[in-house]
């Protein structure tokens, strides 16, 4: 049993200013035993936006929210038009310095698991392997009514056959894979439904305004329980989805570090917050625990 690495507690109600001395968090990779929490901060490298933070997309962007998308046909088509052009940018994201860092962290025993916030698949794609997706994939499309799950690849190929010559301009591609378009741009995009059943399709996500399953909520619950450490990557905390986990172990006294670059909701309840650049902030650390990182160039 991996004993808790032993470092300074702070239970001050307001949160000391980010540094960038990254020294506890090595601290507390060496002792092993480490549970990954990520969000959108750590897919930003790959070109992924954030929900927050300096140019954040809900400055502009509202996400679909479940009630929306369940009932309205109009909704539904102006998601899926917006998600059929975001796909193409969202699905051709590659892994970047984080995600592979946190990959050889784990390939060397350093990690108990990840749990991640995004839907976006990156930690596989750079190895991971103990991943929990809290909010899903955008990988995967389930019916609402049969309950079948079908890959991502095959709805976007239907959709292409189903609107040809659909080719507008989008502005921006946000966090959730959706694409900024007008109405008049989605115009009468058609919508194709389960070839099972017919029935409603829906990425396999967990829009705003829905509960991630239980299950999946007790699960990482259990991986929070066991860790010797909690470390926050690239996260605001601002939504209690992630929050929860944080407050749940700072009220097990297991020691919380974070890295993000901004002031996020959990700073009251961590060791550490170290304000630097993901990719080059874990890509050091690793440098100081001698675990070598992947490259990205092709083999």
């Not at 998308?69 to 998600?83: E, G, K, L, N, P």
């Not at 976007?156 to 301009?169: I, K, S, Y």
């Not at 470390?231 to 020691?255: C, E, H, K, N, Y």
Request: glycine share 10%.
């Amino acid at each position: 049993m991996r004993m808790r690495p032993t470092l300074s507690w702070s239970s001050a109600e307001d949160p000391e200013p980010g540094t960038t001395d990254p020294e506890p968090v090595v601290d507390a990779l060496s002792a092993g035993g480490v549970l990954v929490l990520s969000g959108a901060g750590i897919s930003t490298e790959s070109g992924i936006p954030d929900y927050r933070g300096e140019g954040g997309s809900l400055s502009r962007h509202t996400p679909m929210t479940y009630q929306e998308f369940t009932s309205s046909v109009q909704a539904r088509r102006r998601y899926w038009a917006r998600s059929h052009l975001g796909w193409r940018t969202f699905g051709r994201a590659l892994p970047n310095a984080g995600h592979r860092a946190v990959a050889a962290f784990e390939r060397h025993g350093l990690l108990s698991g990840v749990i991640t916030q995004n839907v976006d698949g990156l930690h596989q794609a750079a190895g991971s392997e103990h991943v929990v997706e809290l909010h899903g994939s955008l990988a995967r499309v389930v019916c609402l009514s049969c309950g079948a799950f079908t890959p991502r690849r095959e709805l976007a190929r239907r959709l292409q056959e189903a609107n040809t010559g659909f080719e507008p301009m989008p502005a921006e591609i946000n966090p959730d894979g959706d694409a900024d378009l007008s109405d008049e741009q989605v115009g009468d995009f058609r919508v194709v439904p389960c070839a099972l059943c017919g029935g409603i399709l829906k990425p396999d996500v967990v829009f705003f305004g829905e509960a991630v399953p239980p299950q999946r909520v007790e699960d990482c619950r259990q991986l929070v329980r066991a860790a010797t450490s909690l470390l926050v990557l690239g996260s605001s905390l601002t939504v209690m989805s992630g929050l929860r986990f944080v407050r749940q172990a700072a009220q097990d006294r297991t020691p919380v570090l974070i890295i993000n670059r901004d002031p996020t909701r959990g700073d009251r309840h961590a060791l550490t917050r170290v304000a630097l650049p993901l990719g080059p902030a874990l890509t050091g650390i690793a440098a100081r625990l001698g675990v070598p990182v992947d490259s990205d160039e092709p083999s």
